[in-house]
């Protein structure tokens, strides 16, 4: 009994080293595993300028940079040329240029980044296919806004919001979670380009299947 008893304390001590080194060996490649994520995903430096340099305007490249140092944008950044000024409207070319909205709210200043990227990316990624996906959403949602502020002004340009808003969604949901990205914009719904927003919201499923289709994607 003494022996057998040996015996099963050696088994047990040479699971527990087993279990030991094995954990050990887990834990390791998981820190080997974020390490490499780390650097292999980093957002690219971005070149912002200001128009004036004005206070606000240097506010806002503050915020930007601490932004893209708080978030992995590697995936949302197309162009790294930004402008920001004062009075201006968001617009994407030809150089992205960001307002003084939101210095307040790094959600809702992070969002009209990954939007304006949105447009960027179908300038430049989507171009070929640009008139197919045009089509592909007039057929599939013949009734869109166009007039302000539900839609852009435009018909062509505000189809194409419809894609770069979902776009936008996509790209907040991956930043800040599922949560915090609808409530951006679930607000852009009564703030501006009302319908396309209402339209993601209600329909997501089709918008997504358009996009699918066409493969638009970050």
Same mark, same amino acid.
């Given at each position: ?5 040996? &015996? ?15 954990? &050990?060996?887990? =834990?390791? &490649? ?17 070149? !912002? ?6 206070? %606000? ?24 040329? !930004?402008? !920001?000024?004062?009075?201006?409207? *968001?617009?994407? =070319?030809?150089?992205?240029? &960001? ?11 992070? =969002? ?13 990624? *989507? ?5 197919? $996906?045009?089509?592909?959403?007039? !057929?599939?949602?013949?009734? /869109?806004? /166009? ?16 894609? /770069? ?11 800040? %979670? ?5 409530? /951006? ?15 993601? $919201? ?8 358009? $996009?699918?289709?066409? %493969?638009?994607?970050?």
């Amino acid at each position: 009994m003494e022996t057998a008893g040996k &015996l099963a304390a050696l088994r047990g001590g040479r699971e527990l080293r087993r279990t030991r080194k094995f954990t &050990l060996a887990a =834990s390791a &490649l998981a820190v080997l595993s974020l390490s490499s994520a780390s650097f292999s995903a980093q957002t690219p430096k971005l070149k !912002i300028k200001t128009k004036h340099g004005a206070a %606000g305007e240097e506010q806002r490249k503050d915020q930007m940079e601490r932004l893209a140092e708080q978030y992995d944008l590697n995936k949302y950044t197309i162009t790294r040329d !930004i402008i !920001i000024e004062r009075g201006a409207i *968001n617009h994407s =070319s030809p150089v992205l240029t &960001l307002n003084l909205r939101f210095l307040d709210n790094d959600d809702l200043a992070l =969002s009209a980044y990954v939007h304006e990227q949105g447009h960027w990316l179908l300038m430049e990624r *989507n171009r070929a296919r640009n008139p197919q $996906l045009f089509e592909d959403l007039r !057929i599939t949602f013949p009734n /869109v806004e /166009v007039e302000r502020p539900a839609g852009d002004g435009e018909l062509r340009s505000s189809y194409f919001h419809v894609a /770069v808003c979902m776009l936008e969604w996509q790209a907040m949901e991956d930043l800040v %979670g599922a949560e915090r990205a609808r409530k /951006v914009i679930e607000w852009k719904q009564s703030d501006h380009y009302t319908g396309i927003y209402s339209l993601i $919201l209600n329909q997501r499923a089709q918008v997504e299947g358009v $996009l699918k289709r066409e %493969g638009v994607k970050w």
